[in-house]
């Protein structure tokens, strides 16, 4: 597993935990969160969806368990914070 380095990210890390796919106007990934992972707040240009498979996470102040989805709109800002290890869905286009 690599790690990446994220805008905004402090302390803990995002690891890919599968693949990412790219294509013009539309990305897709599958995300490890460490517990503690911060990032901090960020706008989007684009919609992004994130469903979370495992774990608890905080975005904003919603928190999401596994089997929830959360779809940020562009122009939104948001922070999240990993409240447990966590793998998610992240989509944006």
Same mark, same amino acid.
């Given at each position: 597993m690599q790690h990446v380095k994220t805008q905004g990210l402090a302390s803990?890390? $995002?690891?890919?935990?599968? /693949?990412?796919?790219?294509?013009?106007? #539309? /990305? &897709?990934g599958v #995300? $490890? /969160?460490e517990r503690?992972?911060?990032v901090e707040s960020?706008?989007? *240009?684009k919609v992004e969806e994130i469903y979370l498979l495992s774990g608890r996470l905080r975005l904003n102040d &919603? $928190?999401? *368990? /596994?089997?929830d989805m959360?779809?940020?709109e562009p122009g939104e800002f948001t922070d999240l914070e990993a409240l447990e *290890?966590?793998? #998610?869905?992240l989509m944006n286009y």
């Amino acid at each position: 597993m690599q790690h990446v380095k994220t805008q905004g990210l402090a302390s803990r890390r $995002i690891v890919p935990a599968l /693949a990412q796919l790219k294509m013009p106007g #539309f /990305a &897709t990934g599958v #995300f $490890i /969160a460490e517990r503690g992972c911060l990032v901090e707040s960020h706008g989007h *240009d684009k919609v992004e969806e994130i469903y979370l498979l495992s774990g608890r996470l905080r975005l904003n102040d &919603t $928190i999401l *368990d /596994a089997g929830d989805m959360h779809r940020v709109e562009p122009g939104e800002f948001t922070d999240l914070e990993a409240l447990e *290890d966590c793998r #998610f869905l992240l989509m944006n286009y």
